[in-house]
T-cell receptor, first 117, second 113 residues
Framework: KAGVTQTPRYLIKTRGQQVTLSCSPI?????VSWYQQTPGQGLQFLFE???????NKGNFPGRFSGRQFSNSRSEMNVSTLELGDSALYLC????????????????FGAGSRLTVL | SQKIEQNSEALNIQEGKTATLTCNYT??????LQWYRQDPGRGPVFLLL?????KEKRKERLKVTFDTTLKQSLFHITASQPADSATYLC????????????FGRGTSLIVHP
């Protein structure tokens, strides 16, 4: 089956602009999580969506937002870009079942590499 | 505060040797620990999962141990190959039942032919 697809793969923006990244999960997966990866901080959790609802949220400012559509596809948006937002943004999908059903094993996309100038 | 620590220095080994990577954690009581592999410019790929009540898990040339007393997991690759060169990340399910994996920063493994 097809993997997790992220678009665009690369983009360059300037400070103050906004950006929207897209993620198509594996068919049948209802949970989509977003992570930011930088050399200094590693993988940092942004938020998770399940059935169009934000279910978990990391410790990022309100400039970072997301949404999930009825077909489980997800978008994340970053407004008023700062230089420090330059990173690899990773989307991961999973079945999203409750903890009692087992561990949350993630399937990641290839990421969207954002450079802010 | 909660911490997941992986050796930030790259591990260099010769082809055919066993690579051992370490993941230490503090202030966690994880139910699961996962290991992922990440190649440059790509997303992490799931390798192995071990539960808190399991001491060891194997998959082909991979072996993971989990010591909840020491708060440590070891990840072994036997008969390593240059193709095993990558960054390896450990991830713990978060405390409080949110089951969102929290990742270590990863250790780079370089296998020399």
């Amino acid at each position: 089956k097809a993997g997790v697809t992220q678009t665009p793969r690369y983009l360059i923006k300037t400070r103050g602009q906004q950006v929207t990244l897209s993620c198509s999960p594996i068919s049948g997966h209802r949970s989509v999580s977003w992570y930011q990866q930088t050399p200094g901080q590693g993988l940092q959790f942004l938020f998770e969506y399940f059935s169009e609802t934000q279910r978990n949220k990391g410790n990022f400012p309100g400039r970072f937002s997301g949404r999930q559509f009825s077909n489980s596809r997800s978008e994340m948006n970053v407004s008023t870009l700062e230089l420090g937002d330059s990173a690899l943004y990773l989307c991961a999908s999973s079945s999203g079942q409750p903890p009692s059903s087992g561990a949350n094993v993630l399937t990641f996309g290839a990421g969207s590499r954002l450079t802010v100038l | 505060s909660q911490k997941i620590e992986q050796n930030s220095e790259a591990l260099n080994i010769q082809e055919g040797k066993t690579a051992t990577l370490t993941c230490n954690y503090t202030n966690y009581s994880p139910a699961y620990l996962q290991w992922y592999r990440q190649d440059p410019g790509r997303g992490p790929v799931f390798l192995l999962l071990i539960r808190e009540n399991e001491k060891e898990k194997r998959k082909e040339r991979l072996k993971v141990t989990f010591d909840t007393t020491l708060k440590q997991s070891l990840f072994h690759i036997t008969a390593s190959q240059p193709a095993d060169s990558a960054t390896y990340l450990c991830a713990l399910d978060s405390s409080g039942g949110s089951y969102i994996p929290t990742f270590g920063r990863g250790t780079s493994l370089i296998v020399h032919p």
